[in-house]
């Protein structure tokens, strides 16, 4: 039966069993390919943003009750739905009436005869192949997945950039305690389907889910298995390098005894996940070097594996001599106690020595596999060795002649797959990304929150009593350029200029504290977790509340709670948590914090845009020095659409290559000594070492506080490093982007210098966690995505009023030439 997406509703109907959906003929094979029915003329001539594919089968009620809900709800994301029919026997009325009234496109596709044993895996490739969406949301048609958890789900996906969105039943680590929901299975399958892949599941807490969401074009839908049990774990494995964002839901209790343990479907599952650590074991063994120097270090550690292998094959050899010779025990039993002994040495020379610094992991899963790889070996020297002895070979002949026939064997499964880059190579996402909309976090005075344990849990996992009681009031207050009020515990340097202790601190927009933030206990790697109602950001490291941890409530006010070990770091506070939050207040009060300098020469604003470490800082105090220029602004600067630009005088960071533009003399020879150091570390190389390893499983935000507390970076305010006036604004008249090349001057038309002028900005919070940090802020109603937008309009129109230039020298001489411009362009 054909379906007449004009025809009224009430005229729709359908057969039980019937096979709904139009099917083509494949010639090859005489098999049907089945293409969707549209039940519903609702904008189906545009491409929609979001696919929802909802599989179900006999058995499952309720999909045009979840159709009718989810409907309103992702009609505003552009989307369209798309139900999958696998089984027969399945009326579609409801359905079909339901449909009439969707304010989104739905289609419906019924798999053909031959695939009616279809499982839901398969449904889902199914529907996921004529998904238009760029994007494709899984969730069931039962009563598990609430339908505003798309919405949630969507919204996640969008704000955080991320590739796959999982919805989690485990807002925590996966746990078997207190499931009386059938839960308590999944948690234990969870941890074993983790155990199997460790690193690439490090970041999700339920790679089993039946409620996800991924990106198209990161996924390659062509090779995934349509035999799979669990099309989440095979989207997950199959496609390592992309990124993943946890979504925690409360999933529908259920009002009946979940059905007994399916055998057959339990062994498809263990079947399935041993075919995908085969598929990546075998992609690992293919692995070659491909480069002179991949080969060259590979043949390094072939030699250092070969002069361990001969200690180890001593070790075994007198094993073998002491059980077989002294204690006269069996030569197979000998030979397989003396592996033992020799591969428990070869380990611990190997894990320490050759792979200490490419090997990734834990110890125990390292020796865990070492221990079984050298036993399945084991298993195939013992025949060949009863063999050689038969023949006469001495037992201990013959064991080192096959210790010696697998070496290479042994070598290759070691370097590949124990020790391989696949299992050292970093994360994707180093931090653990949840959105937990299923519950609030408790008030920022009295949480020691890390995620929740478990959705619908009392108490966070690793919650912990107030430890001492601290004092709330704020010692420093400030009043930013007069747009926003900052009160702090921590002394912040870079607003010292903007001190104003008469600011009530009951009245400020942002308030900085120091707390407990974190759970008593380690964990594997640091997280980052949204809640809401209202907006909390928690971030949290690998050493509980001994790390560099903290929280930040978002609201009409925003409460940001610091860690012990941050509060003894202000420039961390402040660069990597407060100015980030500062940057998008502005941009909510009409301002924007543009990563500039900002002099005033002669009455006319000038301003000076670079990548970092270009030579700005040098730039503006010679301006200052040699040709009588005010300060305003070296690092950022408040800008209105007007072309207005207010003063942001934060202490100047003396870098390696601003020292020969520093010719202070207030300052003493033991801050000059102290200057050649701190300039290298605190430098663009330093930077990017930083940036390097915030792509590993480190606590980076903790490194980079004992850091900076044991070499704390050159900071240095303009007017002891030159004589100088400040100027409390200006209006800018010349904005020039500085470069490094063969001397150019060029204008620069308003679109490019807004991208580039974006470009710059963010590279100046390029250090971690802003990427985890920034999509979750939420402030005066605007998003993060309305906020940048907002930001790009405050720019575009302050580049209105102002003449931008490209100005590019190899000489470092961009101070002569901006101080000659701009009296060749001042009216005389």
């Known amino acids: ?287 070659r070097p491909t480069t002179p120097r991949s080969r060259l270090l590979q043949l390094l550690r072939m030699t250092a594996f070969g002069v361990v292998g001969v200690s180890g094959l001593a070790v075994n050899t007198a094993a073998l001599w002491f059980l077989y010779r002294i204690l006269g025990w069996n030569d197979l039993l000998s030979a397989a106690l003396a592996t ?25 899963r390292r020796a865990i596999s070492f221990f079984v790889m050298n036993n399945l070996l084991l298993l195939a020297r013992l025949p060949v060795l009863d063999a050689l002895a038969r023949t006469g070979t001495p037992v201990l002949t013959g ?63 690793g919650t912990v009593p107030a430890s001492r009681k601290r004092p709330r009031y704020l010692g420093y207050r400030y009043d930013v350029a007069g747009v926003m009020t900052i009160g702090s515990q921590i002394m912040l ?104 300098a900002c002099v005033e020469i002669n009455g006319v604003g000038v301003m000076l845009s670079a990548l970092t470490d270009t030579g700005k800082t040098g730039t503006v105090l010679r301006l200052l020095r040699e040709h009588g220029g005010r300060f305003l602004s070296d690092d950022m600067t408040v800008i209105d659409a007007e072309g207005n630009a207010s003063c942001f005088p934060k202490p100047l960071t003396i870098s390696a290559h601003t020292l020969r533009a520093v010719r202070a003399d207030d300052l003493t020879r033991s801050e000059w000594r102290r200057l050649q150091i701190q300039s290298r570390l605190h430098s663009k190389g330093g930077r990017s070492i930083g940036i390097a390893l915030s792509r590993l499983n480190l606590p980076i935000m903790g490194i980079n506080a004992l850091t900076q507390m044991l070499i704390p970076p050159p900071k240095y305010s303009v007017d002891r490093l030159v004589p100088c006036r400040v100027a409390s604004a200006t209006q800018v008249r010349e904005l020039f982007i500085i470069e490094r090349g063969a001397p150019r001057l060029a204008d620069l038309d308003r679109k490019s210098a807004l991208n580039q002028l974006i470009v710059t900005t963010d590279d100046a919070y390029g250090f971690p966690p802003f990427r985890y940090l920034a999509p979750a802020i939420t402030i005066g109603g605007l998003s993060y995505q309305q906020l940048r937008m907002t930001e790009r309009e405050i720019l575009a129109g302050f580049l209105s009023n102002v003449r931008v230039r490209t100005l590019a020298s190899n000489t470092f001489s961009w101070a002569d030439d901006i101080s000659r411009l701009v009296d060749t362009g001042r009216p005389s």
């Open 493 to 596: 340097p870079e607003l010292e200029f903007f001190r104003a202790q008469w600011v009530p601190d009951s009245d400020v927009d942002i308030t900085v504290r120091v707390g407990d933030v974190g759970g008593a206990a380690p964990r594997r790697r640091a997280a980052m977790t949204e809640y809401a109602d209202p907006t909390v950001i928690h971030y949290e490291e690998h050493l509980g509340r001994l790390g560099a941890n903290f929280r930040a409530r978002l609201g009409d006010r925003i409460s940001i709670e610091v860690g012990p070990l941050l509060a003894h770091s202000e420039h961390v506070v402040y660069t990597n948590i407060l100015e980030p939050l500062l940057r998008f207040v502005m941009v909510a009060k009409g301002r924007m914090l543009l990563h500039s």
């Open 399 to 461: 064991n080192i002649i096959t210790l010696t026939a697998l070496f290479i064997v042994r070598f290759v499964l070691s370097d590949r797959a124990i020790f391989g880059p696949a299992a050292s190579g970093p994360v994707r996402d180093p931090v653990r990304v949840l959105v937990d909309t299923s519950r609030a976090e408790a008030p920022a005075d009295t949480s020691r929150a890390q995620a929740p344990a478990a959705a619908g849990s009392a108490r966070p996992a």
């Open 340 to 364: 033992q002994a020799s591969t428990a040495w070869n380990f611990i020379l190997i894990d320490t020595l050759i792979y200490r610094r490419r090997s990734g992991g834990s110890p125990a």
């Open 1 to 287: 039966m054909r379906i007449d997406p004009a025809s009224p509703a009430d005229d729709v109907s359908f057969e039980p069993g019937y096979p709904l959906g139009a099917a083509d003929g494949d010639g090859e094979t005489g098999t049907q390919q089945a293409r969707p029915v549209d039940l519903n003329s609702a904008a189906n001539g545009d491409r929609p943003q979001l696919t929802v594919v909802i599989p179900t089968r006999p058995g499952e009620d309720g999909v045009a009750e979840l159709v009718e809900r989810l409907g309103p709800e992702v009609a505003p994301l552009h989307a369209e739905i798309i139900v999958v029919i696998y089984g027969d026997g399945l009326s579609m009325d409801a359905l079909a009436f339901t449909a009439q009234l969707c304010p989104v496109p739905v289609r419906l596709l019924s798999l053909p005869p031959a695939d009616r044993g279809a499982d839901r895996s398969q449904a889902v490739l199914a529907g996921t192949r004529h998904a238009r969406g760029a994007w494709v949301l899984v969730m069931n048609a039962g009563p598990h997945h609430p339908a505003d958890a798309a919405v949630v789900l969507a919204s996640a996906a969008l704000r955080h950039n991320s590739d796959i969105v999982v919805g989690t039943r485990f807002a925590g680590r996966p746990s078997a305690q207190g499931r009386p929901d059938g839960r308590a299975g999944a948690a234990l399958a969870a941890r074993l389907v983790k155990s199997a892949f460790p690193r690439r599941l490090a970041v999700v807490s339920d790679p089993l889910s039946g409620l996800f969401m991924f990106r198209t074009a990161a996924v390659d839908a062509a090779q995934l298995s349509p035999a799979a049990s669990r099309i989440l774990l095979e989207i997950l494995v199959r496609n390592p390098a992309t990124r993943v964002t946890e979504v925690a839901y409360r999933p529908a209790t259920q009002d009946k005894a979940p059905p007994g343990r399916d055998l057959r479907k339990d062994a498809r599952f263990l079947g399935h996940l041993l075919q995908l650590r085969l598929t990546r074991l075998a992609r690992q063994l293919r692995d």
